[in-house]
């Protein structure tokens, strides 16, 4: 009868060891998986970063653009009343010819703002890829916590379905 005693003993205590160890790997995955969801996270937050840097100098240069195109139309304004004036001609020629550096500045600047709108709608198209694809990289899979009750439990099940313990026990 002791032997059933120390069967019970020995499957309690290795029950007891399993639990614990299954506890602490289902702990450690937790962490593991925490940890990697923070660098993809971190990962994500360093490519918005740089799509942001991006992102100013392209408005830098497209409004230094839109300066050298507002500059580039009064010197031509100013380059054609002077030849204008040099030559003594006034009228509608010289208004034609204003109206038409006018024009061609309006069409520029257009131009100018479509590429900007187009170079913004490019940077936002990144920023959701990025936020996309470290969505799809992020583990979300459930990782249980082990019941030592079932480790228990089980013990005493194969404590009890030893056929030598049965007998001892009077159960058959």
Same mark, same amino acid.
């Given at each position: 009868?002791?032997?059933?005693?120390?069967s019970a003993a020995l499957n309690m205590l290795s029950a007891g060891q399993?639990?614990?160890?299954?506890?602490?790997?289902?702990?450690?995955?937790?962490?593991?998986?925490?940890?990697?969801?923070?660098?993809?996270?971190?990962?994500?937050?360093?490519?918005?970063?740089?799509?942001?840097?991006?992102?100013?100098?392209?408005?830098?240069?497209?409004?230094?653009?839109?300066?050298?195109?507002?500059?580039?139309?009064? @010197?031509?304004?100013? %380059?054609?009343?002077?030849?204008?004036? /040099? $030559?003594?001609? *006034?009228?509608? =020629?010289?208004?034609?010819?204003?109206?038409?550096?006018?024009g061609n500045s309006a069409r520029r600047e257009v131009e100018r703002q479509?590429?900007?709108?187009?170079?913004?709608?490019? @940077?936002?198209?990144? %920023?959701?890829?990025?936020?996309?694809? /470290? $969505?799809?990289? *992020?583990?979300? =899979?459930?990782?249980?916590?082990?019941?030592?009750?079932?480790?228990?439990?089980?013990?005493?099940?194969?404590?009890?379905?030893?056929?030598?313990?049965?007998?001892?026990?009077?159960?058959?």
């Open positions: 009868m002791w032997w059933v005693a120390a399993q639990a614990k160890a299954d506890k602490a790997q289902a702990n450690a995955q937790r962490a593991w998986q925490a940890y990697s969801n923070k660098m993809i996270d971190l990962s994500a937050t360093v490519s918005q970063n740089a799509i942001t840097t991006n992102q100013i100098l392209a408005s830098n240069a497209l409004s230094n653009q839109a300066f050298e195109l507002r500059r580039e139309s009064i @010197f031509t304004r100013a %380059r054609v009343e002077a030849s204008a004036a /040099a $030559a003594g001609v *006034k009228g509608r =020629s010289v208004n034609l010819s204003i109206r038409q550096v006018m479509e590429d900007f709108r187009t170079t913004m709608l490019g @940077f936002e198209q990144q %920023r959701m890829g990025v936020a996309m694809q /470290a $969505a799809m990289q *992020k583990d979300y =899979s459930y990782i249980p916590q082990p019941k030592s009750s079932s480790y228990y439990l089980g013990a005493i099940m194969n404590t009890l379905s030893n056929p030598g313990n049965q007998k001892a026990l009077g159960i058959t």
